[in-house]
């Protein structure tokens, strides 16, 4: 995992704890899990089950019995892991014994194939994959036939390994990364919310949202923009658990998938280069000290190249689309907010005057989006102090950078000139979690790196998030890049 800045340096910038796992390895020492035993459970599950646990020993991940895993009331401790092989009645679901709603993923194993057909369109999909779990209560569910195992996810990923028990590597590199970030929305405790304080209207604000609405009109026809699995139309065992799924869903109407955003623009100062000489640190310590106190300003080590800059953060805006809203129809006035990060403080603005069916909900991808927009500004310092005649700090002064996110991925021969590509080496994590911002974020400088190796103008980076989806993040506008995805 790169160490171009220290996880010290990203709780501060962006909240997220220096005790986040971004490495399958660090991921492996922090789970725990447990075996929910079920009755009449089948050979081809009993199996199954049995290679999981074994897969899990030999990763070094803490597996732990029932009993140990509950507290005397018989919830489950926070932060265990509960796996569910089988089929289980109403009152013996996992979700029964959860102290909250995000103290524990709850792991659903089937003994059938997955919810799919060959002839599903993505959001047929995830329409199905979504509905099974809010039937089954479950995070996360596998579906496992005589041919193969499948892992289906909330955010409408599907990956299928081959034979019907689980090799400890397949384990490592897909499923762990699923069990430790969990898909949480934004709390509101997280947020400082100002209702009303955003205007899309306002005559400076006219060429963003045109830019909006042609982006959307774009990609309407693109299937794997994914509209809206409505929350009402799922099927529930019973009223307690649809009140849970609206609970868990911060009371959202339902899942959309994707976002549009623009960044306003921002002039980032020249970064400042460290030379070894001129301090007392160690590499080692650069790697992880949070930030370096310089003539009274704040900096953020960054290392590009084996040589360390220091950075100057600053406040970031971005204008993007809300949680829920059809992104493919848009309604400017009423699906746009405005959310501002200032180390590690979040802003939500939204707009006033919406009907009392519309509440503005901030996006899940929230701190991600914020992430790349501060790591916009990053770029933008450390490119005037070593590339001064490159242009992508001029224009995210003048006119800011677009970001779009799908679930999909572009072909390479569509990809910008100037757009470097990151990310398709990571873990799969949902784009909702901390490790995505943290890898949003590294991974731009990997993508600057690139540019520099190849002397290559920078102008963006294409962030690949596996089993996910893609970000495209630059110095082309939202209709620009709408038009190279769209029409190739």
Known sequence: MSNSISLASLGHLLGISPATPLATADMCAKLTVTFVPVKNNTPRLQCFTASLLNACKVLGIRVVDERTACRPDGKFKPGIVV?????????????NRV??????????????????????????????????????MVHLSIYVTEESWTICTMNGGVVRFEGSCPLPSDVLKTLVPKLTAQVVPP????LDHKPGAFTAGLTEMQEIVNDFVACSRLWSSNHHLLTHTSREALKYRNPLYRKIVARYLDQRSGMSYGFFARQLPVSAPPALRLKTSEHSLSTEELKKVPLLLLENKHYAPVKVLNEWYLVEPLPVTVITTRSGCKKTSLNPEADLVAICLDHANITLMT?????????PKPSFDTLTILSHALGNTFISSILQAIRPSWKFPEILACKGASMTHWHGYPEESIVPEGYFSHGSDKPPVSCSTPQSAAYSLLGKIEALEQALQVNREYKGDIHIEPNHGTNIVGSYSLAETAEIINNP
């Open 99 to 136: 102290s909250t709603l995000y103290n524990n993923i709850i792991v659903g194993i089937h003994d059938e194939p997955p919810p799919l057909t060959e002839t599903s369109s993505p959001q047929e999909k995830l329409d199905r994959i979504v509905g099974k779990l809010a039937w089954d």
């Open 83 to 95: 796996i569910a092989p089988g089929n289980f009645s109403d009152e013996a679901l996992a979700i």
């Open 187 to 190: 709390k509101s405790s997280d």
């Open 351 to 359: 707009p006033g005057g919406l009907p009392e069916t519309t509440v």
